[in-house]
């Protein structure tokens, strides 16, 4: 049984959690919070995820982000893009190992 629309609230960050951005704080937070609901939407459709595993996802993804400043470079739709194609490949990799 696939997930419901996994509860990203607790993940959702605000410009003020994104300083180390310092002027694209806004931009960096909306982006973020973009590829939160795109994973959020994108695990709602699968039987894979359940709540465990797609709070770990969103986790390392959270992680991933602040450690990795370039990805503001990106615009919406290719981040949209990359967080589906990573959550399409742990799916593959899970179906693999069964």
Same mark, same amino acid.
């Given at each position: 049984?696939?997930?419901?629309?996994?509860?990203?609230?607790?993940?959702?960050?605000?410009?003020?959690?994104m &300083?180390s +951005?310092?002027?694209?704080?806004?931009? @960096?937070?909306? #982006?973020?919070?973009?590829?939160?609901? *795109?994973? %959020? $939407? =994108?695990?709602?459709?699968?039987?894979?995820?359940?709540?465990?595993?797609? &709070?770990? +996802?969103?986790?390392?993804?959270?992680? @991933?982000?602040? #450690?990795?400043?370039?990805?503001?470079? *990106?615009? %919406? $739709? =290719?981040?949209?893009?990359?967080?589906?194609?990573?959550?399409?490949?742990? &799916?593959?990799?899970?179906?693999g190992?069964?």
């Amino acid at each position: 049984m696939a997930i419901e629309m996994f509860d990203i609230r607790g993940f959702l960050v605000t410009t003020g959690e994104m &300083e180390s +951005f310092e002027e694209d704080a806004e931009y @960096a937070a909306d #982006q973020l919070n973009g590829m939160l609901f *795109s994973a %959020s $939407d =994108e695990m709602s459709q699968s039987e894979f995820w359940n709540a465990d595993n797609a &709070e770990e +996802f969103i986790s390392e993804l959270v992680s @991933a982000w602040l #450690q990795e400043p370039s990805l503001i470079e *990106s615009d %919406s $739709d =290719e981040l949209d893009d990359y967080v589906r194609q990573v959550i399409r490949r742990i &799916e593959q990799e899970q179906d693999g190992d069964e």
